[in-house]
């Protein structure tokens, strides 16, 4: 009786090892334009993101590089914390510095650990702090099921997401930052003399890749956010639960065929194209805006704000309802800010000649920030100027700027 019991109970403990090895394994394959799934295989199930945690860490960097906050250039402190977090690390010492482009690159090749806390710390005074702003920038763009513990992804019992909410992570990194996106790719990343290799093995064996990242602790398996652009398409993959990085890898590189197969034979469909950044967070620090330009996050009340507008083209033509508009830079002098947008405006015409310029200024921690913007779009010209502004180099942000708006007359 006491063997068929213990027999009864070594199964139900092997049963459940099983299942807990199975329910980690996830999948989602997207269409980038159109946020279209393509795969999915327990996507909405929560699993240990491991790594992929670096994703928000890296965004919420980006954001405050955008704001002003900090610039490349920027050298770091590494606090105590910071020099004792685990492997993989780059072997930081308590005291020393480290530059922002130094950081986020380790971030992206090596997932340094002691790294992330260099940035979380930076950002938000606190590792456990800047969590709170990870998660809540989680919720503002729509990863309904994540939150976030820490800045490295090391392990947390409480530190969930899923793969559908990873690949939402992706698509708004993609979207919100093709500046620092291209950052993704780097292969090789030398510091102090030391060359540390991507982690991502796919940007070397399947055609078409470009970022995003790898992750890995013991209780999530081999994870991986995947970006592969071809032809003009671009599919984001996810897979959580890999049981070893090349086995990952083949899988997910399986999944992306499949992908690329499907859009072939179905063709575009009509799905919305990605909504724009919603404005972000403030961020600790007492950090000093870079000079020349600096790209300004949307604030949430645009109404609310002075606006010294400039009229280009025909006063008659009425503005779409609601309206829509691009900005293309922010600057400290009105007369750069002016150029900018008049510069955009002629690079397409097709698009942009019945467009106003509108210079709008806000008060910065070192005077007036004057923001470059275009407006009487549709959101769909919006869309399409910005994409060809950005294939030219040119920095460019949807906005949504509603009905009020002040023009010259």
């Given at each position: 009786?006491?063997?068929?019991?213990?027999g009864?109970?070594?199964?139900a403990l092997?049963?459940?090892?099983a299942?807990?090895?199975?329910?980690?394994?996830a999948?989602?394959?997207?269409?980038?334009?159109t946020?279209r799934?393509?795969?999915?295989s327990?996507?909405d199930?929560?699993?240990y993101?491991?790594?992929?945690?670096?994703m928000?860490?890296?965004?919420?960097?980006?954001?405050a590089?955008?704001r002003?906050?900090?610039?490349?250039?920027r050298?770091?402190?590494?606090?105590?914390?910071?020099?004792?977090m685990?492997?993989?690390?780059?072997?930081l010492?308590r005291?020393?510095?480290?530059t922002?482009?130094?950081?986020?690159l380790a971030l992206?090749?090596?997932?340094?650990?002691?790294?992330?806390?260099?940035v979380?710390?930076?950002?938000?005074?606190?590792?456990?702090?800047f969590?709170h702003?990870m998660?809540r920038?989680?919720?503002a763009?729509g990863?309904?099921?994540?939150?976030?513990r820490?800045?490295s992804?090391?392990?947390?019992?409480r530190?969930?997401?899923?793969?559908?909410?990873m690949?939402?992570?992706a698509?708004?990194?993609i979207?919100?930052?093709?500046k620092y996106?291209k950052?993704?790719?780097?292969?090789?990343?030398?510091?102090k003399?030391?060359?540390?290799r991507?982690?991502?093995?796919?940007?070397r064996?399947?055609?078409g890749?470009?970022?995003?990242?790898t992750?890995?602790?013991?209780?999530s398996?081999f994870n991986?956010?995947a970006s592969?652009?071809?032809?003009g398409?671009r599919?984001?993959?996810?897979v959580?639960g890999g049981?070893?990085?090349?086995?990952?890898?083949?899988h997910?590189?399986?999944?992306?065929?499949?992908?690329?197969?499907k859009?072939?034979s179905?063709g575009p469909?009509?799905?919305?194209?990605p909504p724009?950044?919603?404005?972000?967070f403030a961020?600790?620090g007492n950090f000093?805006p870079?000079?020349?330009?600096?790209?300004v996050?949307?604030?949430?009340?645009?109404?609310?704000?002075?606006a010294?507008?400039?009229?280009?083209?025909s006063a008659?033509?009425p503005?779409?309802?609601?309206s829509w508009a691009?900005?293309v830079g922010?600057?400290?002098r009105?007369?750069?800010?002016?150029?900018?947008?008049?510069s955009?405006?002629?690079r397409?015409?097709?698009l942009?000649?019945d467009?106003?310029?509108?210079?709008?200024?806000?008060?910065?921690?070192?005077g007036?920030i004057?923001?470059?913007?275009l407006v009487g779009?549709?959101?769909?010209?919006?869309?399409?100027a910005?994409?060809?502004l950005?294939k030219?180099?040119?920095d460019c942000l949807?906005?949504?700027?509603?009905r009020?708006?002040?023009l010259?007359?």
């Open positions: 009786m006491l063997r068929a019991a213990a009864v109970l070594i199964f092997a049963l459940s090892v299942t807990a090895a199975q329910a980690r394994y999948s989602i394959v997207i269409d980038y334009d946020g799934v393509l795969h999915e327990n996507a199930t929560r699993n993101p491991a790594s992929l945690a670096k928000m860490t890296l965004y919420l960097a980006f954001e590089l955008e002003g906050d900090i610039t490349l250039d050298k770091l402190k590494v606090s105590r914390r910071a020099a004792g685990p492997a993989a690390k780059l072997g010492k005291g020393e510095t480290i922002v482009e130094n950081a986020i992206i090749t090596k997932s340094a650990n002691d790294a992330a806390v260099v979380a710390e930076a950002l938000g005074g606190k590792e456990t702090k969590a702003m998660t920038k989680a919720k763009l990863m309904k099921r994540t939150q976030f820490n800045a992804g090391l392990p947390n019992r530190q969930l997401s899923t793969a559908r909410d690949a939402t992570l698509r708004a990194l979207r919100d930052f093709p996106y950052l993704f790719s780097t292969r090789e990343f030398v510091y003399g030391r060359r540390h991507n982690h991502n093995r796919l940007l064996k399947y055609a890749a470009d970022g995003i990242k992750g890995y602790i013991r209780a398996g991986l956010a592969v652009s071809r032809n398409r599919l984001i993959a996810v959580f049981k070893t990085p090349r086995s990952r890898d083949r997910i590189a399986k999944l992306l065929d499949r992908g690329f197969a859009l072939a179905t469909d009509k799905i919305p194209p724009p950044r919603k404005p972000s961020l600790a000093m870079a000079t020349g330009i600096t790209p996050a949307t604030p949430k009340r645009p109404a609310a704000r002075k010294v507008p400039v009229e280009v083209g008659e033509k503005i779409p309802d609601p691009i900005q922010a600057y400290y009105y007369k750069p800010a002016k150029r900018a947008a008049v955009a405006a002629k397409f015409p097709d942009l000649e467009t106003r310029v509108m210079i709008t200024h806000v008060k910065g921690r070192r007036r004057y923001r470059s913007r779009l549709t959101e769909a010209k919006a869309r399409t910005c994409r060809r950005e030219a180099k040119v949807v906005i949504r700027v509603g009020k708006i002040a010259a007359s």
